[in-house]
């Protein structure tokens, strides 16, 4: 009985343990897209240095850091966004929109 409750607590291990690297690949990827889109950025138009991202990993800090690193990510971007190196794109509501938005859609 005793190899059985062993057993059983093996595999709830193993069950807690996919969740967690799963978590943390997602975090790793979402650190990266985050240092890299401050990297991008001009050197002056950078509200923070791009390696701060990595203090997500820092338990309960990071419930309060990750407003930090978001505010400071658009911060950056917002004046990258505005240069003229960047093409202006000019869009047009679709059709498919304005029918979405109709009262015809709706009945």
Same mark, same amino acid.
């Given at each position: 009985?005793?190899?059985?409750?062993?057993?059983?607590?093996?595999?709830?291990?193993?069950?807690? /343990?996919?969740?967690?690297?799963?978590?943390?690949?997602?975090? $790793?990827?979402?650190?990266?897209?985050?240092?890299?889109?401050?990297?991008?950025? #001009? =050197? *002056?138009?950078?509200?923070? $240095? =791009?390696?701060?991202?990595?203090? /997500?990993?820092?338990?309960?800090?990071?419930?309060?850091?990750?407003?930090?690193?978001?505010?400071? $990510? *658009?911060? %950056?971007?917002?004046? %990258? %966004?505005? *240069?003229?190196?960047?093409?202006?794109?000019?869009?047009?509501?679709?059709? %498919?929109?304005?029918?979405?938005? *109709?009262?015809?859609?709706? #009945?």
């Amino acid at each position: 009985m005793e190899t059985h409750h062993a057993a059983m607590a093996g595999m709830f291990g193993v069950m807690m /343990l996919i969740p967690m690297v799963i978590g943390i690949v997602v975090a $790793v990827f979402y650190c990266l897209t985050m240092q890299k889109a401050l990297e991008r950025c #001009a =050197p *002056s138009n950078r509200a923070m $240095v =791009p390696g701060m991202v990595w203090l /997500l990993f820092i338990p309960l800090f990071n419930i309060v850091w990750q407003f930090f690193v978001v505010l400071n $990510v *658009s911060k %950056s971007r917002l004046p %990258s %966004s505005n *240069s003229a190196t960047l093409p202006e794109i000019h869009r047009r509501p679709r059709p %498919s929109a304005w029918w979405a938005a *109709s009262p015809a859609a709706v #009945a």
